[in-house]
């Protein structure tokens, strides 16, 4: 096994549009590395990509957050205007395994390893978050659900790798909440999840929405319909619901030793219902 | 396997190693450096028997490689004690009798260094979310919270 520590992302991208079959970047290596032990992969070349200076950086500029792939998801926490803004990103960021694996994870491997279950990846998807995609040819950025395309499975190109997710500044009036289903307290991964973000005006009406749903579909799901009973509504008992019923008709989920297709179903529900009364306070608040 | 030198520090110390590019960093510390206080529990991360402070922050020793440890700073359990002196983490350890087999210490030490590293006086919540990566089977986690909340309270000045 090759291991090369690029520290320019041309030099990351010439390394991977050349690279063998068996190649991975590593960022946070905690599913890499347990992959790699139980045999499943056995790569040729890994890229770290944490010497990439670009990369560690989480700043604030005029458009909004950028988030670099190698910032571990502790430093998103600790991030103080981060956590104030985008509230239910940074809770689903640090509800990933322990504290040892938060000083290491990413949000851009927790998406890249398109985990139906994944934490982070709802709360990002309601947050209309997007990544940018360097390739040979250049970088282009696009919406964060299109990236998981099954589960293990991205959109992502030969040679292609993910520099940064991109998240807007927080509007006025308006929060997210993420909330998962797991059967202990700590250390597990999603049964079933749900975000929310939503904006409101000053009389306290939805004007916008945004609801995803994980661990219920072989990828993320966005649920418009769920956004849209909720739209125009002042979260009143009728609307949400109608947004639990929504949620509850698009879940495809697996069956299995961790949760039946029925209580995922109507968890999906329940969840979604709790995080948009979460999220409408929140909103309330600023 | 081509091997690859590598250059870091322990405990403050400047050390040498050459490892094989998918060698784990715990490995290298077991195996290369000769310093046994980390162990391998589970090697997926799920145990926290490893744990090592790198640059900073806890983390597993098993899920990060050793070549990713060139010019970086780690921390492991043999660096806690001042020669003959003992953390007062450990010497908390041993009086609130929270070890029995004694696997699991080296990296609930360090996991409650880390801990209080950042936050000095925590809540029994967070001392227990703080070591929720940290598995014990024959102590018990009240014992280890406790001693956790004693040392903390020494540091303190209290």
């Known amino acids: 096994m090759r291991y090369e520590a690029p520290v320019s992302l041309e030099a990351a991208s010439a390394l991977l549009a050349e690279a063998p079959a068996q190649s991975f970047v590593l960022a946070g290596g905690t599913d890499l590395l347990v992959r790699m032990k139980g045999g499943f992969v056995e790569p040729e070349l890994i890229v770290d990509i944490k010497h990439i200076p670009d990369l560690q950086e989480l700043r604030l500029d005029k458009d909004g957050f950028v ?51 994944a934490d982070s990846v709802p709360a990002l998807v309601t947050a209309a978050a997007k990544v940018r995609i360097r390739g040979r040819k250049g970088t282009r950025t696009v919406a964060i659900e299109t990236i998981p395309v099954g589960p293990g499975k991205t959109s992502l190109a030969k040679g292609e ?102 209580f995922r179903t109507k968890v999906a529900g329940v969840l979604a219902r709790r995080a948009a009364q979460i999220a409408y306070q929140r909103a309330g608040e600023r | ?55 900073g922050r806890l983390v597993c020793s098993c899920l990060v490689l050793g070549v990713e440890a060139e010019n970086r700073e780690i921390e492991t359990v043999e660096g806690l004690a001042e020669g003959d002196n003992l953390h007062p983490l450990q010497r908390k350890f041993l009086e609130h009798a929270a070890l029995q087999c004694g696997i699991c210490t080296p990296g609930i030490l360090m996991a409650a260094k880390a801990l209080l590293d950042r936050n000095p006086s925590p809540t029994e919540e967070e001392i227990r979310f703080g070591l929720a990566g940290n598995l014990c089977r024959c102590t018990g986690y009240d014992k280890i919270v406790r001693a956790v909340q004693d040392a903390a309270k020494e540091l303190q000045g209290a």
């Open chain 1, 161 to 262: 790798f993910i520099e940064a997710v991109l998240l807007e500044k927080r509007r006025p009036r308006s929060a997210d909440a993420y909330l998962r289903f797991i059967p202990r307290s700590e250390m597990d991964i999603a049964v079933v999840s749900a975000g929310v973000d939503l904006e409101r005006d000053k009389a306290g009406v939805i004007t916008k929405a945004r609801v995803a749903l994980g661990a219920v579909a072989p990828t993320v799901m966005l649920v418009e319909a769920a956004a849209a009973a909720i739209i125009g509504s002042k979260l009143e008992d009728k609307a949400l619901t109608a947004l639990a019923e929504a949620c509850s008709a698009a879940c495809q989920p697996i069956n299995d030793k961790r949760g039946t297709v029925e």
């Open chain 2, 1 to 55: 396997m081509p091997a690859v030198h590598v250059t870091t520090t322990v405990n403050g110390d400047r050390l040498d190693y050459v490892c094989e590019s998918d060698e784990t960093l715990l490995d290298c510390l077991r195996d290369r450096l000769g310093l046994t206080g980390a162990k391998e529990g589970c090697g997926t991360g799920d145990c926290g028997a490893c744990s090592i402070i790198l640059d």
């Open chain 1, 67 to 117: 988030i670099g792939a190698a910032v571990p998801c502790a430093a998103l926490g600790e991030n103080v205007e981060l956590s104030a803004q985008w509230p239910g990103v940074v809770e689903a960021a640090n509800l990933i395994g322990s504290k040892q694996i938060q000083g290491r994870c990413t949000i851009v491997g927790n998406l890249c390893n398109a985990s139906p279950a």
